[in-house]
């Protein structure tokens, strides 16, 4: 499969020389320019590469002026043949000469989000991109206002910024229909490394520092894809971002027998209880759910839900910490379903929360029955606003049209389709995130999580750094901010992010320079 990634990828084709077209709308006005056609292989369904120029106001009044260009990298076979498409918007600024062209030595940054299944709009609209969807508050309308404000937590003052999508996501394609044989572990991680690797080719930026930015199964695909591009293509990057991400799957699909799915949880129950009783979660207010769930609650779980003794103590403290009756507790023997608190949050309301963040609750749709089937508030929320507010970033502001695709903003195909491995082991990226950081001594790393994300607790990622060796120390660090899954809806959340995410690069482009010295 490795072999067949890395072959399907062999050849980039890039487009024709760019022409001038109308500006789609007023913010300067954008010029527009589009690829010529003919362009690359036959059978191409999305249309020619749209660059268009822009500038943004931030609130602080600082003007950031981009080259915005949403198109496709197209990959081929040795033959020739197109096999996939692969959509992409790049936001680049401008270099110091005013000639339009972006700096070479400027940091470009690739983005990805998980599912797998999801495409990158989570972050490019939600968390880095120039523009943000506003999507602060306790509930999610699915019929909100899709309208773009400039994004106040913008990465493009310190990196240029290209968005990816993987085949079977937003606009991205097989060529022949048969996506399947992109949807596993090895073969989406060469695909994407190859498609990394075209773009810097493509547009002259083999020689900028490189990062990495993932978001969910993004983040899990990161030191993978670092991995390949170190060893198989012969690129390295200076550093990776990795947002709520999974790092090994044997960790959060635990069967409820295993305490370690109880343990890396329960801080996270903690954190939401907090909020609920109008505090904000800290190192500090965490610590004692923290040393408690590796310590007498793992012991307490250990000697199993027979014991009298064990259960009468995991029920008070649990229920303290998490903020739930004892009783509710005990009846579950003090090993809470994420699905259960969800429900019990709210009971009293008929309201659930969201898995993805405890501080967005929507409408229970069956309150009165035992057991009720509902959609995540902010997951399945956000679905409509994100998908029309991309299709309207693609058509009104970047010119890119593409009337006869739908727009996958979150495919369930993708997701069950994927083949997780043949091997007795669950996935996981630990392995490759620690080779990746022992060949590049230079290398930095940020874990990022929310506190109030059931989904990635980010108690299982900081108990596996623990695990990890020092590598000299400082290049692999763990942030934890309020919020949950998508803890940059918040607005000081975002704010912490943005400058944590500056300083990783700062300090790795201070080691690469050192290194060159």
């Known amino acids: 499969m490795r072999r067949f990634a890395i072959g399907l990828a062999a050849l980039l084709l890039v487009g024709a020389p760019l022409h001038a077209q109308p500006s789609p709308h007023g913010e300067r006005p954008p010029e527009t320019r589009r690829a010529a056609e003919p362009r690359g292989p036959e059978g191409r369904k999305l249309p020619a590469d749209s660059v268009t120029e822009h500038s943004v106001t931030l609130p602080d009044g600082r003007v950031l002026a981009f080259t915005a260009r949403a198109g496709s990298l197209p990959l081929v076979d040795e033959a020739g043949k197109l096999q996939a498409e692969i959509a992409f918007i790049a936001y680049t600024r401008k270099g110091g000469d005013g000639a339009g062209k972006a700096e070479a030595s400027r940091p470009v940054t ?10 990158s709009a989570y972050l ?52 022949d229909g ?13 695909v994407l490394s190859s498609a990394i690797a075209r773009w810097l080719r493509a547009n002259d930026r083999m020689a900028a520092p490189k990062f990495y930015v993932g978001e969910s199964y993004g983040g899990f695909r990161g030191p993978l894809i670092a991995a390949k591009l170190q060893e198989e293509i012969g690129i390295g990057l200076s550093g990776m971002v990795l947002l709520s991400p999974v790092l090994d799957f044997a960790w959060l699909q635990a069967p409820r027998t295993t305490p370690w799915g109880h343990v890396i949880k329960l801080p996270s129950f903690a954190a939401a209880a907090i909020e609920r009783s109008g505090g904000t979660p ?46 509710f507790v005990r009846r579950q023997a003090g090993r809470l379903s994420g699905q259960s608190v969800q429900r019990e949050i709210g009971r009293e309301t ?40 991309m299709i309207a970033l693609y058509s009104e502001k970047l010119n890119y049209r593409v009337p006869d695709l739908r727009y996958e903003l979150l495919n369930n195909q993708v997701n069950r389709g994927w083949t997780w491995g043949s091997g007795r082991s669950a996935p996981e990226a630990l392995g490759a995130l620690r080779g990746v950081l022992a060949l590049d001594g230079n290398m930095r790393v940020l874990v990022a ?64 320079g050192a290194a060159q010295r």
């Not at 106040?152 to 079977?168: A, E, I």
């Not at 004692?288 to 008070?316: F, H, I, N, V």
Request: net charge negative.
């Open 282 to 327: 800290t190192r500090q207010t965490m610590a004692e759910a923290e040393a408690y769930a590796t310590g007498a609650y793992l012991a307490d779980l250990l000697k199993g839900p027979s014991d009298e003794a064990a259960l009468a103590r995991l029920s008070d403290k649990v229920g303290a910490l998490a903020g739930l009756d004892p009783g």
């Open 110 to 119: 690739f983005a990805l989000n998980g599912g797998p299944g999801a495409a």
């Open 124 to 175: 490019n609209i939600g968390a880095i991109g120039p523009w943000r969807l506003p999507v602060e508050g306790t509930s999610i309308s699915p019929s909100a206002p899709i309208g773009l404000v400039p994004n106040d937590g913008t990465w493009l003052d310190f990196t240029d910024l290209v968005f990816l999508d993987p085949v079977g996501t937003g606009y991205s394609r097989a060529a």
């Open 449 to 512: 999580h929310g506190y109030t994300d059931l989904v990635t607790p980010y108690f299982a990622s900081k108990l596996l750094i623990d695990q990890m060796p020092a590598f000299g120390g400082g290049r692999l660090e763990l942030a934890v901010y309020p919020g949950g899954h998508m803890f940059y809806s918040r607005p000081d959340s975002r704010a912490a992010f943005h400058r944590d995410a500056a300083a990783l690069y700062a300090a790795a482009l201070a080691a690469r």
């Open 350 to 389: 008929g309201r659930v929360a969201s898995a993805y963040d405890t501080g967005v609750t929507g409408w229970d749709p069956d309150p009165n029955a035992a057991a009720s089937g509902f959609d995540d508030p902010l997951l399945t929320g956000l679905q409509a606003p994100l998908t029309s507010a």
């Open 178 to 190: 048969d996506a399947k044989r992109y949807w596993s572990i090895d073969a989406d991680a060469s």
